[in-house]
């Protein structure tokens, strides 16, 4: 009876050891490589994401430098991660119709209000104002960030990971490549992309469900990626749900994703994995935004 109960709390605590570990490491992963600055908990705030432009003769990262040190003024939010945008993979046709044309966005902020009034008492400050004024073109969309989902996301990709360990399935390495496709990751991803996003990859996501059809599809291509992500110890930084701030724009969700390095993002867009599965990718309504990050820098 003593070695069952003993052999019991020895497993216990394995399982302990191991949900604490993963949860340190992606912490480390989100402050080092992500340079993404979220507090693991918080109470009820406002995430606002914002999508800029630049002219042809500014600098993106000098010009969100101006912002972030005009936001700090009055400290009335948090940045929690910057990002230059690599490419503008799918434009919402929401977005197209808001703006009248298919915007080539450069970058991305990703903001903690306290509240939606914080926010607007941000959005008053001169300073602010003039360093907004800097990006021809802007979009603010908001996002109600759950704490506890975000906080918990390490867990389950765990979970994941030793359930496929424990029911033997078969590994997802090496990505096979679809050579159809190499031509066009090679144009998306160039030498100095690859040197820029060497370490990370992120992805920003605005989200629309589609019908009943559409989300039984979708929820298989987001469990085949969950397997992969669980695998290699990457995936969503940022989820929660969707608000409007700028237009009046019908989102579900909005998911941040993290990806270990350009190189592998390539591999992965043109393996014959992602291949097998992207078909059942449904949705209503996405915009797709591939993202380095720069938070670090500014």
């Known amino acids: 009876m003593h070695r069952l109960k003993y052999g019991l709390i020895g ?24 340079q993404d600055h979220q507090p693991l908990l918080h109470g009820e705030v406002l995430h606002v994401l914002t999508f800029l432009t630049v002219s042809p003769d500014q600098d993106l990262i000098e ?23 690599v490419a503008n993979v799918i434009s919402s046709p929401q977005v197209v119709r ?31 104002q ?24 390490p867990q389950l990709l765990l979970a994941r990971k030793l359930k496929r360990i424990a029911t033997s399935a078969p590994s997802l390495l090496p990505l096979k490549t679809d050579e159809t496709r190499q031509e066009m990751a090679t ?25 009943a059809e559409q989300r039984t599809n979708n929820r298989h291509y987001s469990r085949s990626m969950m397997d992969l992500m669980a695998d290699l110890n990457y995936g969503p930084m940022h989820i929660g749900g969707s608000i409007p701030i ?4 019908a989102y ?3 998911a941040i994703v993290y990806y270990p390095g350009a190189r ?31 938070t670090d820098v500014l």
Do not use: C
């Open 11 to 34: 497993v216990l605590l394995a399982i302990a050891a191991m949900m604490l570990w993963q949860q340190l490491r992606y912490q480390h992963l989100r402050r080092t490589v992500v």
């Open 252 to 254: 579900s969700s909005v």
């Open 63 to 85: 010009a969100m430098r101006v912002l972030k040190n005009a936001a700090e003024q009055d400290r009335p939010g948090t940045l929690i991660y910057a990002g230059k945008i």
């Open 187 to 211: 144009a998306a991803f160039p030498p100095d992309v690859e040197q820029l996003g060497e370490d990370a990859i992120v992805v920003v996501n605005l989200i629309r469900e589609g019908d």
């Open 246 to 249: 700028d237009h009046p724009l």
């Open 130 to 153: 003039d360093a907004l004024a800097q990006f021809p073109v802007r979009f603010a969309h908001g996002m109600d960030r759950s704490a506890m989902a975000s906080a918990l996301m």
């Open 264 to 294: 592998f993002f390539r591999d992965l867009i043109t393996s014959t994995y992602l291949q097998g599965i992207i078909g059942n990718k449904q949705l209503a309504d996405t915009q797709v935004s591939v993202t380095v990050p720069i």
């Open 98 to 128: 808001a703006f009248r044309e298919d915007v080539p966005w450069d970058g991305v902020i990703l903001q903690q209000f306290p509240d939606r009034e914080a926010y607007e008492a941000y959005l008053s400050n001169e300073q602010v």
